[in-house]
Structure formats: structure tokens, C-alpha cells
């Protein structure tokens, strides 16, 4: 990597980064597609069941729709959790010899593009991890056609579910794909047709609201970024260097996508190599076999209580978090931010672990789990935006997207942080290496 007039650059891409503070920020409204916002988030796994009931108990998410052996899905099995606008869908494989009708088509399946070798593919390679992420948009048919003719590579063509639904699909980054989601007719499906509500589940809910960023990991931002922005016409939205965002021992680049609206934002990241340490983005592209989603920002509209009820549950059950930063961090917080979080608050975050960091525009306060499978990969992000209300032509007040940024004077600690589990992975390594 090398450094010209202050600009990073990729010399293999030819990839410039101007980092945060020359970064501009312009909406030129050139989305090739009509994108409303994020409509679910499906995981692969083996075992949909029990990977459902723990992301269920550890978030707050009840399970409010399956599509299963009862509902007579012979394909797969599917657990739709749901908490506010936030949708996640836990998918695993039921044996293809069951699924089969007598000439050996798979007619069963809910999900069109569920594919039996890819589902086991992919969970061999990537543990558990993010198949796709969705997106409603205007047609799902159009944005496909529109997709593909500007570049993307095709992975589930336009299929119609009961005559109301379109979905469709297209390759993202490494095995993850963007699904387009669009309805042909109003009416109240719970989820898509074929889910049948699931009842007498327990009442959870921790506050936790929707989905506010989707993280990828890349080995090679600048081709990841032309590819996406070609053929859906995204903006950048907010980008970081390893200056920004860095540590004195490794680092990163990173840039946000987003639509119209900016309510879908996509950031994707990629390693920064000659670090003193390897950077934790090389790490995830290693442990997960390529690039993959890396988090969820799940958006609380009260985090105080959504850490308290996630807390209780971090080792019955539940997620458990990175290390606090040290208490000069909160010390330190009053100038920084005192200005918009009250003693009482900053107390409060220092209890909890949470971090807390502000733009121009307002304020933002966010915390970060451990990875949540058994590898070093995909991890959740719970956050709260303050300030940023505006108003719509119709009247509507609302938050506007990326309220208080991404976090990046708090990138640092969340480094170290991740810097501090990583060694102690590697100094079990080295203990079992002298054993041996």
C-alpha cells in the first residue's frame, strides 16, 4: 500500500481513499433500481432449530414464522425471528432423498434459489455465516434484468410465490448474495407465502428495532466496490483508512455504499497488509474461507435496556461481549461528549461496556459482541442514533440514515479490543505448541 498527496491507493485497482476528514458527502440519487430497505437477513446453518432459539433468546427476536416438515416443506427447514423491522431467517438442510417428487424434482422448498450441496457447501466452508442479505425494492424482476445487464453475476433468476411475491438474486461478495424482494399485490403475508405463523412462543423483546448497516469483509476493496456500484448505482456514502481507523498494530480501509433513500447502507472492508500484526480483516477472510458478511448494526431504541437483557443472557444462552475499554476511555468521555450524554449516561455506558462517539450531525452509541460461531468471523453490532430527525415531503418525522456516523473515534478501542481476544488465541496456540 502506498500513500500519494495524502490518498490512499490500491495500485491493483486503482482504488483512492481520501479518508474520513477529506471525505465529501453527496447523495447524486443514482440508484439504477427503486430500493425501499432492508427486508431480512437469512443465515445458512445445520441446525436451524437450535441456532434460531439461541439468536431468539440472545436478541430478544421472537420466532413468529416457519416453514418446515409441519408446514410441508420436505427441503429445508426455516425459522423467520422478527423484532420491529428486523427480520432474521435461520435456514438449514432436511436430506435431499426425502424432498425428491417421483422424477426427482425438489418442488417443496419456500426459498427458490435453497440449493441442498450449496446449504452443506457453504457451512463446510464458512461455519455459521450469512447466505443473503434482502432488500425490498419497486420489482424484483426489473432489478435482477437491471443488475445483470450492468454486471452482476446472476445467481437466482426472478421467481414468482404464489403469484404475490418476486424474489431474486445476485452475487454480493464471496458466497453471499443480494436478494431482491418485491410484492405484486398488497395483502398481509406474515413473511413470504409458504410460512405459517408459529404460536404460543414467548413474549421477548429487548428493544432491538431494525437493521442499520450490513458489514462486508473483501481482500480487495477497490473490485468490490466497482462491482456493486456498477449495477446498482449506489453512492458512497462515508469512507476510512487504516489513519482513521487503526491501531499501531494493524488496520484497515473501509467505504460505506448507500441507496437513494439511505436506508440500505453496505460498508465493506479490507485488510491493510505490513502491519505490525495481521490486520483482524485478514484474519476473518482466513477463518471464513474468503470474504463474507462480517456484522450486523442492529439498531435499539433504548441500548440501555437491550444490554441489560442481552447481559443476563451471555452465558445462559445468549452473546457474549468484547472487553470494555479502560475506564480513562469513560474519563475521557465527559469532553468528548458531554455535551450530549448526561453524567448519568456516560455512567450508565461505562457500566454496560458501551462505546460512544458523535458527528456533525449526532450522536452515536454502540457496542460489539465476540463472534458469535466458533470461528473468529461474523459478530453483532447493537447500536442507538441520536439527533438527525428530519422531516419528509408527507410530514413524516424521521432519522436520517447513518446518525452520528460509524463509530470511528471509538474504531481504535474496538481494535485493541479485538487485538487484546486475538492474542489470547494465539497464546493458547503457542502453550499447546510447547506441550506438544
Request: charged share 25%; aromatic share 10%.
Amino acid at each position: 500500500m502506498g500513500k500519494e498527496n495524502d490518498t490512499v491507493m490500491r495500485s491493483d485497482t486503482n482504488l483512492k481513499l481520501v479518508g474520513f476528514t477529506n471525505f465529501k458527502r453527496t447523495n447524486p440519487k443514482s440508484d439504477r433500481f427503486k430500493v425501499n430497505r432492508f427486508h431480512h437477513v437469512e443465515f445458512w446453518c445445520n441446525d436451524a432449530t437450535n441456532t434460531a432459539r439461541r439468536f431468539s433468546w440472545g436478541l430478544g427476536m421472537p420466532i413468529v414464522a416457519k416453514s418446515d416438515l409441519s408446514t410441508g416443506n420436505m427441503t429445508h427447514a426455516s425459522y423467520l425471528l422478527r423484532s420491529g423491522d428486523l427480520n432474521f431467517l435461520f435456514t438449514a438442510p432436511y436430506s435431499p432423498s426425502i424432498a425428491a417428487d417421483g422424477a426427482g424434482n425438489i418442488v417443496t422448498a419456500t426459498i427458490p434459489s435453497f440449493d441442498h450441496a450449496a446449504c452443506r457447501a457453504f457451512s463446510a466452508s464458512h461455519g455459521l455465516a450469512v447466505r443473503a442479505i434482502a432488500v425490498e425494492v419497486e420489482d424484483a424482476d426489473e432489478a435482477f434484468i437491471t443488475s445483470v445487464e450492468h454486471g452482476a453475476i446472476a445467481s437466482s433468476p426472478p421467481a414468482v410465490l404464489d403469484g404475490r411475491v418476486v424474489v431474486s438474486e445476485v452475487k454480493l461478495y464471496g458466497d453471499v448474495v443480494l436478494r431482491y424482494v418485491s410484492h405484486k399485490t398488497l395483502g398481509s403475508d406474515l413473511f413470504l407465502p409458504g410460512f405459517e405463523p408459529v404460536e404460543d412462543q414467548f413474549t421477548l423483546d429487548y428493544g432491538i428495532r431494525r437493521l442499520d448497516h450490513a458489514v462486508g469483509n473483501v481482500p480487495d476493496l477497490g473490485t468490490a466496490l466497482s462491482y456493486l456500484k456498477r449495477f446498482t448505482g449506489f453512492h458512497e456514502f462515508a469512507e476510512f483508512t487504516a489513519e482513521d481507523v487503526g491501531t499501531s498494530e494493524s488496520g484497515l480501509n473501509s467505504v460505506v455504499l448507500a441507496n437513494n433513500d439511505e436506508t440500505v447502507l453496505l460498508p465493506m472492508n479490507e485488510p491493510v497488509y505490513g502491519t505490525k500484526r495481521k490486520s483482524q480483516i485478514q484474519t476473518y477472510l482466513e477463518h471464513n474461507e474468503g470474504a463474507g458478511l462480517q456484522h450486523l448494526a442492529l439498531v435499539s431504541e433504548d441500548i440501555f435496556k437491550t444490554l441489560r437483557e442481552m447481559k443476563k443472557r451471555s452465558f445462559v444462552g445468549g452473546f457474549e461481549f468484547m472487553p470494555s475499554p479502560p475506564p480513562t476511555y469513560y474519563k475521557n468521555l465527559k469532553n468528548r461528549a458531554g455535551d450530549v450524554i448526561t453524567d448519568e449516561q456516560i455512567k450508565e455506558c461505562e457500566e454496560l461496556g458501551i462505546l460512544v462517539d458523535k458527528d456533525d450531525q449526532g450522536t452515536l452509541l454502540q457496542i460489539f459482541t465476540k463472534p458469535v460461531g466458533d470461528r473468529p468471523t461474523i459478530f453483532i453490532e447493537i447500536i442507538q442514533r441520536e439527533g438527525c430527525m428530519v422531516k419528509d415531503e408527507g410530514g413524516k418525522i424521521y432519522q436520517k440514515g447513518g446518525c452520528g456516523g460509524f463509530g470511528k473515534g471509538n474504531f481504535s478501542e474496538l481494535f485493541k479490543s479485538i487485538e487484546e481476544y486475538e492474542k489470547t488465541l494465539e497464546a493458547k496456540r503457542v502453550v499447546e505448541s510447547a506441550v506438544a
